[in-house]
């Protein structure tokens, strides 16, 4: 059974803070969290979902870029860093913490990042498109980071406003 979390929003603090390292591995407790973010990212439609975003401020992420039709690709990282990028792209982002939102993002094309999975292993995996966009939106947020941080401080404040909008009418 895997349990479905709420998913919290900006500005909750817990996603504008440093998350701290994974330093226990191997447990049920870790390997029923990773399952439970995999259930919540999917119940959210999502390709990605870190684990401040469930209120839990450790460095986990949970990824799966494969498209509907796709077997799915599940990739979980903890204490993730990016070792290496390439290139640049930009596109439409979104993010579960702010939903309703999407803005152009530039991003690195490629990324090559370096993890541990659930029993502590060391690995190196590399992505391109939106493999490589999720890798750094996602280790973003361990870093207390949204991609409204990308923004012009102008497109930023917009959003920013019509959020407080939002929550003034109990909409957020
Ligand atoms: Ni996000």
């Given at each position: 059974m895997s349990k479905i979390y709420t998913i919290v929003k900006f500005p909750e603090p817990v996603l504008l803070a440093p998350a701290a390292e994974v330093?226990?591995?191997?447990t049920d407790k870790l390997r029923q969290l990773i399952e439970d973010m995999f259930a919540t990212m999917y119940a959210a439609r999502g390709v990605g979902l870190a684990a401040p975003q469930i209120g839990?401020?450790?460095?986990i992420t949970v990824i799966d870029c494969a498209?509907?039709?796709?077997p799915p690709e599940r990739l979980v990282l903890i204490n993730?860093?990016?070792?290496a990028t390439e290139g640049e792209q930009t596109g439409e982002e979104g993010c579960l913490s702010v939903p309703g939102f999407r803005a152009e993002v530039t991003r690195a094309m490629r990324a090559t990042v370096r993890a541990q999975d659930a029993e502590g292993q060391w690995f190196e995996r590399s992505g391109t498109e939106l493999l490589a966009r999720a890798f750094q939106h996602e280790i973003d947020h361990l870093n207390g980071k949204l991609f409204l941080s990308h923004l012009s401080a102008l497109k930023r404040d917009v959003i920013k406003r019509k959020i407080r909008k939002l929550q003034k009418d109990g909409e957020w």
């Open positions: 330093t226990v591995f191997g839990i401020a450790r460095r498209l509907d039709e796709q993730p860093e990016i070792i």
